[in-house]
């Protein structure tokens, strides 16, 4: 079983940056994907950014060249280095983990079975 806790969120002007983290309690060996998704009232789940195993990441065209995602083996955690954030990025920030390697769809939200409450990340003028 796998338990994350997302943190890290907050307010922001744009512009600005923020580094959202994600402690995950299993076991790093079982885990074969992970990613960011962010939520906002009336559209669905959107996958910003996703890791394996094997080392390979995906970006979703709105974030490409700006967020970052990354892990610590070590400490069992995810971040999400965003920069240069915008008004449209706000919004319900998700981490999420599944067992499989490699993810047919890394970026769609049904591809992952476990996840995070969910930390608000709000951009302002």
């Known amino acids: 079983q796998e338990q994350l806790v997302e943190s890290g969120g907050g307010s922001v002007q744009a512009g600005g940056s923020l580094r959202l983290a994600c402690a995950a309690s299993g076991d790093p060996a079982r885990r074969g994907s992970m990613a960011w998704f962010r939520q906002v009232p009336g559209k669905p789940r959107e996958g910003l950014a996703s890791s394996n195993i094997f080392g390979t990441t995906e970006y979703a065209d709105s974030v490409k060249g700006r967020f970052t995602i990354s892990q610590d083996i070590a400490k069992n955690t995810l971040f999400l280095q965003m920069n240069s954030l915008k008004i449209e990025d706000t919004g319900l920030y998700y981490c999420?983990?599944?067992?499989?390697?490699?993810?047919?769809?890394?970026?769609?939200?049904?591809?992952?079975?476990?996840w995070g409450p969910g930390t608000q990340v709000t951009v302002s003028s």
């Open positions: 999420a983990a599944d067992s499989r390697a490699p993810l047919r769809r890394p970026l769609f939200f049904s591809e992952y079975a476990y």
